[in-house]
Nanobody, 114 residues
Framework: QVQLVESGGGLVQTGGSLRLSCAAP????????MGWYRQAPGKQRELVAVISRGGSRRYAEFVKGRFTISRDNAKNTVFLQMNSLQPEDAAVYYCNAKGTENYWGQGTQVTVSS
């Protein structure tokens, strides 16, 4: 079973920052677009940001200017730098690898206190 290993979630105050990381096996990372999704209680999972193998980025409108997705191809890791966090950003954040197949991480909780 493919493992995407996430880290970096936690509790932060409104306006604070967190950096999420997701490591993937080389065989998956090298052929995949990598993304971050989130799911808040009672809501559907939604796209936050995605980065292609070549580095092209796409963001959800609600995070533009606050979140930055990046990938380190040497370390098979994708990052999500989250700044100016708001209570509405609180959710479980999931890493996604989309290549020939679709893989998901286990999720990491982000909590934003007001």
């Amino acid at each position: 079973q493919v493992q995407l290993v996430e880290s970096g979630g936690g509790l932060v105050q409104t306006g604070g920052s967190l950096r999420l990381s997701c490591a993937a096996p080389t065989s998956i990372f090298s052929i995949s677009a990598m993304g971050w999704y989130r799911q808040a209680p009672g809501k559907q999972r939604e796209l936050v940001a995605v980065i292609s193998r070549g580095g092209s980025r796409r963001y959800a409108e609600f995070v533009k200017g606050r979140f930055t997705i990046s990938r380190d191809n040497a370390k098979n890791t994708v990052f999500l730098q989250m700044n100016s966090l708001q209570p509405e950003d609180a959710a479980v954040y999931y890493c996604n690898a989309k290549g020939t197949e679709n893989y998901w991480g286990q999720g990491t909780q982000v909590t934003v206190s007001s």
